[in-house]
């Protein structure tokens, strides 16, 4: 049977409790010891269970003990035991070092370059969680752990959904939970199911962090939790005019009440964050002042305000929205690879609406070292942009989902691989062979490398015999 009061000293199958390090609403934390695990500091959460507590503490609990166990990778703490609840519910966790972001908010606003680095760190833990099907609901400050090494870790799987799994919380309870400064307007509304929402705290969490300010307050009341579906925030940089407009842009689109206007996906804002050079701006990087209050009413008014709620309600919203990377090799100058690629990319691109493409060239040694100085390497950088861009110009691909990047290094595989890492590309497309009658060319001789190597799909694009293609070319052309 369930203990409703534990203390100091007591063991729990074989887990000492040695020191109650919170109390927190839904659930305690110890630090507990055990044998098996004699240097590994250890973490106990353990549910309220008292008469009164609150019944979606249980439930709660329950739903993290499903969800965490199944979880992987740096972004989550790593599961130890799991205690049934038919005897001692509780969960054994590794007690990760430092703190969570909850000291910082004490030195707000933080510097614009601070909230990047944390965002983009809190959207790659998020992107890691979506591919495991599960969607946090619940991120927040408190939430938020960063490891030495530089990684985000999310806690706290109380109020989280998974996909494959059953929803607890949505079958129990038919108010929205989560904490109401973060949560997204279709949460409000009861749809648990959508992972924009995340992407939506996230904006709140990096707008807080930048200006110190909630952008829509502290609601207590399900009325005022509703005001954010037709309310706009204040922009970012009328309260810190250092803001810069791309990171203001980001922002605001992470905080769009319809979630179809808001990123993609959140490994996408980590580009986003990453890569601002390549951020478009619209009327949102700009904006200064909130809406008038007349535009606000209109759109209270107007029921297609609250159509996305009710459309989310019966859709699954987990289809991957992928980063796909192009490899093009500038120097190769080969139409008729190039062709095949784009048709390649384009059968990639018709595969998912909102699939962001990043064309990539690299610049390797050979070709920056210093000859006529700094003002002739960036001329040749700037004019790769320039081609990468008429490259592309065949696709027709709108602006915001498609950017360039030329990597200046002299191992072109190394400078790639660290690309895709990096930015979490999901996709590689490149050519396999030099252009005819050459050599081989920087991509054509890395690309069985990269193939190996890379910790995505990688499609290489092999053209047919280029003597057959002219042949053909000039067939047609002397029919015509």
């Known amino acids: 049977m369930a203990l409703t009061h534990l203390d100091e000293g007591m063991v729990l199958e074989g887990f000492r409790l040695e020191k109650l390090l919170h109390r927190g609403g839904m659930a305690n934390l110890w630090s507990v010891t055990h044998p098996d695990h004699p240097d590994a500091p250890l973490l106990m959460k353990v549910p309220k269970l008292a008469a009164g507590e609150d019944p979606a503490a249980i439930v709660s609990f329950e739903m993290e003990q499903m969800i965490l166990p199944r979880l992987k990778g740096p972004h989550v703490p790593r599961t130890i035991a799991v205690g049934d609840f038919t005897q001692q519910p509780f969960l054994v966790m590794e007690a990760l070092p430092g703190d969570t972001l909850l000291p910082l908010l004490g030195r707000l606003p933080l510097p614009p370059d601070e909230v990047v680095s944390i965002g983009a760190a809190v959207a790659t833990a998020l992107d890691s969680l979506h591919r495991q099907d599960v969607i946090h609901l619940d991120l927040k400050p408190s939430n938020v752990m960063m490891r030495p090494t530089g990684e985000a870790v999310l806690i706290d799987y109380g109020l989280s959904h998974h996909t494959r799994m059953p929803d607890l919380m949505a079958e129990q309870f038919r108010l929205p939970y989560g904490t109401a400064p973060y949560m997204a307007p279709e949460q409000v509304m009861g749809v648990r199911t959508y992972r924009r929402s995340d992407i939506f705290a996230l904006g709140v969490l990096m707008y807080f962090l930048a200006t110190a300010v909630r952008p829509f307050g502290d609601p207590q009341s399900l009325k005022g939790l509703k005001q954010r579906l037709w309310r706009d925030p204040v922009p970012p940089r009328r309260w810190r005019p250092d803001i810069p407009a791309w990171l203001q842009e980001v922002i605001m689109r992470c905080l769009e009440p319809d979630p179809d206007r808001r990123h993609p996906t959140a490994a996408q804002v980590a580009f986003d964050l990453r890569n601002p050079d390549q951020v478009k701006l619209t009327a949102r990087a700009h904006k200064l002042r909130q809406d008038s209050w007349l535009a606000a009413w209109r759109r209270r008014m107007d029921p297609s305000t609250y159509e996305p709620a009710a459309k989310l309600a019966t859709q699954s919203k987990l289809a991957t929205n992928p980063i796909v990377a192009v490899m093009v090799d500038l120097d190769q100058k080969d139409p008729f690879l190039f062709d095949a690629m784009r048709t390649a990319l384009t059968a ?114 092999r053209r047919r015999d280029w003597r057959s293609e002219v042949e053909a070319r000039e067939a047609e052309q002397a029919q015509a």
Not at 365 to 378: I, L
Not at 407 to 413: A, F, G, K, T
């Open 348 to 461: 990639v691109v018709g595969l998912s609406p909102d699939v962001r493409v990043a064309l990539v060239n690299v610049l390797a040694a050979r070709a920056f070292e210093p000859v006529g100085g700094e003002q002739a390497s960036t001329s040749r950088h700037v004019a790769r942009l320039a081609a990468l861009r008429r490259w592309a110009a065949p696709l027709k691909l709108p602006d915001d989902r498609i950017s360039v990047h030329v990597l200046e290094n002299s191992n072109p595989v190394e400078a790639l691989l660290d690309y895709v890492r990096v930015n979490h590309v999901d996709q590689i497309v490149m050519g396999a062979r030099s252009r005819p009658g050459g050599g081989r060319a920087v991509l054509g001789s890395v690309s069985g490398q990269i193939a190996q190597q890379a910790p995505c799909t990688v499609v290489v694009v």
